[in-house]
């Protein structure tokens, strides 16, 4: 196989390669995964190779039977030893062969799973804010999860199904070659088998749906009470929360059950049927061999196609069932995989080197994409100079953090444009963009990580000392050594195992590493206390040195550390300058401050 070219990792076996669909969205979902099929192409062809030879061996085993009691035991020539070593033989080879074809086509359905599912991951990355502002992070996971899995099912059971079809057909061929009208009453039960089978699926199939639905429903539950833990205990809605969990599990547990219950009653008579077909091979069988019309041998070899043969009976119907269920499931997966970023880099796009960080918005309008959101700013103007720092004042919802989320290109605006330096920002690569434009949320957020790997996140290469100089920059260092681990400590789910006044300090440290010239501190210290704050307020002036900032704050002390002053009201600038200026001219400004000091100290 050609390994040239790609990105991968697992030994020399990749499974991670740079292949991707077929971008012709007009082509057939299965034609669109073919690129991930070929890549395993040796695989499969080496899985057909030893599944042919595989299943010919085994249904030829009947036949050896027949020739052993019709020859030796029968006629009494030849040895009986020679076929039982002729059967021992063809147990090995079988045993080797169909071990090579399950294990390399699950392997290669496996492979194919996982290059889905990094595609999607990787494509993820890509899509911009407005693709997860429309669909739920649960719609994301679960396309993420089930989809692809029922893919995997058919890719790994559909070559199954065609060589137990296949397998059918050399039975029949075998059979037909001893005597026609035996061959006919041994498979006349075999459309009973797929008729039943098939009956069990359309009862099956909506109830492992149904418990499938619910079994999410409760995992979502679960998971809910968990990450929100904090928020029932401080309702003390454990109670309300306990019962409403026991009713989903209640209704899990309905479904399973009628699940199983179905299944109870199917899969009995399908293998049961085959039986009553061995009853008839014997009774029309047994009389064409007691008239010695066919021998002993035959009969036994007959029968014994009876269980050969009605494998894919069985088996068909799931797999039309899969193959229906994976293009379903394909066709939601390239919903995701060919969704457009909407935020892409122009083929033009120029590089940043070394940004001064002057910001312009130059009559920017904008509101949110989907659907007809209202105008969120409206011919919005505001200059920043390099290495200013400004506050951003306005009331709850009027937009200052949607300005915050224009500078990196989370969204583009509708109309208007903001420049960096004098150039539009659509103009520029928006990795570059965001890596020297920072936004620090008002909730800082942690991964599940050592500290070390939290601050160091925009840079993992940072050395042990850098990551320490951060830490202590950002007056986090102190309360790091004290924690048992110290700087391996790793934090629980999104922090919470810190105080908010700690995990704000530890972003603060990741901020000042990553080193952006441009920084936006949205409503960061709004969930800090006070005297928090004052204890941080040093490692924040040190943050905004050196950089232009936009922060965004209601709080006093935080207005404090801006040069200037901008009061934001239905989308426009109403007012600005000092903060000194605007209390004594502005009645709004002093409003808002006043309603802001309330809620602290509420
Ligand atoms: N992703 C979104 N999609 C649609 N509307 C949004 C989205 N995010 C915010 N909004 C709306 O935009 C307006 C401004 O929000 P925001 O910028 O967060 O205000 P602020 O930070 O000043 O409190 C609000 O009316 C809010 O409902
Ligand atoms: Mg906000």
Same mark, same amino acid.
């Given at each position: 196989m050609d390994h040239a070219g790609r990105v991968g990792f697992e030994r020399k076996n990749q499974i991670i390669s740079d292949v991707s669909i077929d971008p012709d969205v007009n082509k057939r979902w299965f034609k669109r995964l073919y690129p991930l099929i070929r890549e395993q192409r040796t695989s499969f062809l080496i899985t057909s190779f030893c599944g042919i030879a595989g299943l010919t061996i085994q249904v030829s085993v009947p036949m050896v039977i027949r020739e052993a009691i019709d020859n030796p035991l029968t006629k009494g020539s030849g040895k009986i030893s020679s076929y039982a070593w002729v059967l021992v033989a063809m147990a090995v080879a079988a045993f080797l062969l169909r071990y090579t074809y399950r294990f390399l086509l699950f392997r290669s359905a496996y492979r194919i799973e996982t290059q889905l599912r990094s595609?999607?991951? #990787?494509?993820?990355? *890509?899509?911009?804010?407005?693709?997860?502002?429309?669909i739920a992070s649960g719609e994301v996971i679960s396309r993420a999860n089930s989809d692809i899995r029922s893919i995997q099912l058919l890719l790994a059971f559909g070559p199954l199904a065609m060589l137990s079809l296949l397998s059918f057909f050399l039975a029949l061929i075998f059979m037909l070659s001893i005597h026609p009208p035996l061959t006919f009453v041994t498979i006349s039960c075999m459309p009973f088998v797929y008729f039943l089978a098939q *009956?069990?699926?359309? #009862? =099956?199939?909506?109830?492992?749906?149904?418990?499938?639905?619910?079994?999410?429903? !409760?995992?979502? =539950? =679960?998971?809910?009470?968990?990450?929100?833990?904090?928020?029932? *205990?401080?309702?003390?809605?454990e109670k309300k929360q306990i019962e409403l969990l026991a009713k989903m599990a209640q209704r899990l547990r309905w479904s399973s059950t009628s699940l199983i219950d179905s299944r109870a009653r199917f899969n009995p008579l399908i293998e049961a049927?085959?039986?009553?077909?061995? +009853?008839?091979?014997l009774m029309y069988g047994g009389w064409l061999s007691i008239n010695e019309k066919i021998s002993i041998g035959a009969l036994i070899a007959f029968s014994s196609y009876v269980i050969i043969i009605s494998v894919p009976f069985r088996m068909l119907g799931f797999?039309? !069932? &899969? +193959? &229906?269920?994976?293009?379903?499931?394909?066709?939601?997966?390239? %919903?995701?995989?060919?969704e457009e970023p909407a935020i892409s880099n122009k083929p033009s796009a120029s590089k940043i080197t070394s940004p001064l960080g002057s910001l312009s918005f130059r009559n920017v309008s904008f509101s949110y994409p989907n659907g007809n959101n209202p105008l969120i700013l409206e011919d919005f103007n505001l200059e920043v100079a390099a290495g200013e720092t400004v506050a951003l004042v306005g009331r709850t919802g009027c937009g200052k953090s949607t300005i915050a989320r224009l500078l990196p290109r989370f969204y583009d605006v509708t109309s208007g444009s903001i420049l960096l330096d004098g150039t539009d920002i659509r103009d520029l690569l928006v990795e570059d963009l965001r890596t020297h434009i920072n936004v620090i949320p008002d909730e800082p957020f942690l991964f599940s990580e050592s500290i070390r790997n939290n601050i160091a996140f925009a840079y993992p290469n940072a050395k042990e000392e850098e990551v320490f100089a951060a830490a202590k920059a950002a007056q986090a260092d102190d309360f790091i050594k004290d924690l048992n681990l110290g700087y391996e400590e790793v934090v629980g %789910?999104?922090?919470?195992?810190?105080?908010?006044? &700690?995990? &704000?300090?530890i972003v603060i440290a990741r901020t000042l590493l990553a080193n952006p010239k441009i920084l936006v501190l949205d409503d960061s210290t709004s969930s800090i206390d006070v005297e928090t704050e004052f204890l941080i307020h040093a490692s924040l002036k040190k943050l905004l040195q050196d950089r232009?900032?936009?922060?965004? +704050?209601?709080?006093?002390?935080?207005?404090?550390?801006?040069?200037?002053?901008?009061?934001?009201?239905?989308? #426009?600038? *109403?007012?600005?300058?000092?903060?000194?200026?605007?209390? +004594?001219?502005?009645p709004e400004y002093e409003s808002i401050l006043a309603s802001g000091v309330m809620s602290e100290t509420e």
């Open positions: 595609l999607i991951y #990787k494509h993820l990355t *890509k899509l911009s804010f407005s693709f997860f502002d429309r *009956k069990m699926r359309d #009862k =099956v199939f909506p109830l492992s749906w149904v418990t499938q639905g619910r079994m999410a429903d !409760l995992a979502m =539950v =679960v998971d809910e009470n968990i990450n929100g833990s904090r928020i029932v *205990k401080s309702f003390a809605a049927l085959p039986r009553l077909g061995m +009853a008839s091979v797999v039309l !069932l &899969q +193959a &229906q269920r994976a293009a379903a499931s394909s066709l939601r997966i390239f %919903e995701i995989l060919d %789910e999104r922090g919470y195992t810190l105080s908010g006044g &700690q995990r &704000q300090r232009t900032t936009l922060v965004i +704050a209601h709080r006093l002390s935080t207005i404090a550390l801006a040069d200037r002053v901008v009061l934001i009201d239905s989308g #426009k600038v *109403k007012a600005e300058g000092t903060h000194d200026y605007l209390l +004594a001219n502005s």
